[in-house]
């Protein structure tokens, strides 16, 4: 009788709990029922971002994104001279010589139909005009990385779908590196990555895009050598005196890491970035603590010099007072130390960290929140669920996407459930941080209750998210005169992908948010491109 009224008691407890937190407290989780991402139809629908970067020149490769059932064929209308679409896999490629702004018409068609989307291809100084969307290895298998969880990874972004909605990095952080050698006496590879150009075209014939990690220490963080060293031959006196394991990383039981944790006297920048550059990469992570103009400075010329466009993105901790330099010399840098699948490092970073970098944030300059830390995730051999609640999950995307901070998927892709695709494929979610504006939400209102962001789009409507940081369910809501929209306006729910509301500039709408949760809407037309040419601004 006793046994049976605990079950029962445990029962009761349980449909209680708050939204994730049931989930969280199981050993697997199946947040299956928190799935508020509509699948995609098999009508083709063109997706990603509205502006692409390229500098006179260098090589240019841009995957088609679009869902939609397969087989799929694409058309590009008005390429510029130098570029050309394969029209089965969707991939532009090529070289453009000459500046300007092309507006190109991309399409999809299967047999049920088709869709078109614009998008601006500029050819000038600047790169990475919307924050990247891609996958880095550190936050699921830290330095256990390999070439064959790396190959796995971009496979599963496109067989996943991933890449339809606009995802195309894929970055091999720490635990690649192994001694100097080849033409340029750069780093060469490890024994876990036998073929680092064979991996490199593999990535590309995918259409999606390679990035690689380094430091300018003597030693990075997880032990391997840095873009500096002691000696003008490239050696380094711990690997001569073998305090190194199979894969030239230092042993920690011999020696703390922290002893490599310096300036050498001979930089090999240039040596490196070239030999990036052969291998085809596309993206690095330069990693050391605190970041300075000098190190910035020597990688960003010495990548520059290579012709080849490979994004600068620094870690960790970008000193604030720097912040014009970090704008000047890279595409983004990080803002914060290392992220965890926990709420109170989401609302540190996220919601406490983020405000100060707005004024830096621009097309091709991005400050970085970190990465994602959603699906499984573990840093090493083993990884786990991350601990985050559902509602934060989605607090979490819907914030890093109002900030347009980069998007670097942290979990395991080939092992990913449907709730975590849900919440990495919903293309109207990717278009608030990928809007060409480019910039950051303004916390148009906060408390230790709750948030409200505000982000202008470049259609002239907005994107708002209400964010309860409280233990409870709470209304949270907007008038839309007060923030400056004017006329009637629909209200559009991006999670689910809906209409759910149409209200009055002077009219209050309000909804109930769950605790650690978030809504995320889109208010529209918004003060659209026509009442502004006609002068109707709010006020008047």
Request: charged residues 25%; contains cysteine; aromatic residues 10%.
């Amino acid at each position: 009788m006793k046994r049976t009224c605990l079950i029962i008691c445990l029962a009761t407890l349980a449909t209680l709990m708050p939204l994730g937190k049931k989930a969280a407290a199981q050993d697997t989780v199946d947040n299956s029922s928190f799935i508020l991402t509509p699948p995609a139809p098999d009508t083709p629908k063109v997706n990603g971002p509205k502006v692409y970067g390229e500098r006179p020149g260098a090589p240019l490769m841009y995957r088609i994104p679009a869902t939609g059932k397969r087989p799929m064929t694409f058309s590009a209308e008005g390429l510029p001279k130098g570029l050309k679409l394969d029209p089965e896999s969707g991939i532009i490629s090529g070289k453009v010589k000459k500046a300007g702004t092309y507006k190109i018409t991309l399409k999809a068609t299967n047999d049920l139909g088709s869709d078109e989307r614009e998008l601006r291809i500029v050819i000038g100084n600047e790169i990475c005009l919307t924050p990247p969307l891609g996958w880095n290895s550190w936050n699921v298998w830290g330095n256990s990385v390999s070439q064959e969880k790396v190959i796995s990874s971009a496979r599963a972004m496109v067989e996943r779908g991933l890449a339809d909605c606009g995802w195309s990095y894929i970055n091999i952080d720490d635990g690649w590196q192994g001694v100097r050698g080849g033409k340029h006496n750069a780093i060469q590879p490890n024994s876990k990555f036998p073929d680092m150009e064979g991996l490199a075209k593999e990535i590309h014939s995918m259409g999606l895009k390679f990035g690689i990690y380094s430091g300018p220490w003597v030693g990075t963080y997880a032990g391997h050598i840095g873009t500096s060293a002691d000696y003008p031959d490239g050696t380094y006196d711990f690997i001569k005196k073998e305090l190194v394991d199979s894969v030239y990383k230092l042993d920690r039981s011999r020696t703390d890491r922290k002893t490599l944790w310096y300036f050498g006297k001979y930089s090999f920048a240039k040596a490196d970035a070239a030999q990036w550059a052969d291998w085809g990469v596309d993206y690095l992570k330069y990693d050391w603590n605190p970041n300075d103009v000098y190190n910035t400075r020597e990688m960003a010329e010495a990548l520059n010099e290579t012709g080849r466009d490979i994004v600068l993105s620094l870690s960790n901790s970008a000193p604030f007072a720097l912040a014009p330099y970090w704008e000047k010399y890279c595409q983004a840098w990080r803002t914060t130390g290392d992220i965890r699948d926990k709420w109170e490092s989401i609302v540190k970073i996220g919601f406490k960290g983020q405000d100060r970098w707005a004024q830096f944030k621009a097309p091709g300059h991005w400050p970085d929140a970190d990465m994602l830390v959603v699906g499984k995730v573990g840093w090493g051999p083993k990884v786990h669920d991350s601990k985050l609640t559902p509602d934060e999950q989605y607090s979490h995307i819907s914030l890093w996407a109002l900030l347009a901070s980069p998007l670097l998927i942290g979990c395991d892709m080939a092992d990913m459930d449907d709730f975590t695709f849900s919440l990495l494929s919903n293309t109207e979610v990717l278009d608030v941080n990928q809007d060409p504006l480019g910039l950051q939400a303004s916390r148009y209102y906060y408390s230790d209750a709750y948030a409200t962001y505000i982000k202008p789009l470049e259609d002239g409507s907005v994107a708002i998210g209400m964010f309860n940081l409280g233990e409870t369910p709470r209304k949270i809501g907007f008038i839309c005169h007060s923030i400056g929209i004017e006329g009637t306006q629909t209200i559009r729910d991006l999670w689910r992908q809906k209409d759910i509301a149409t209200v009055g500039a002077k009219e209050r709408w309000e909804t109930e948010v769950a605790p650690h949760g978030v809504v995320l809407v889109r208010v529209y037309p918004g003060n659209d491109t026509v009442t502004r040419r006609e002068g109707f601004y709010p006020g008047n």
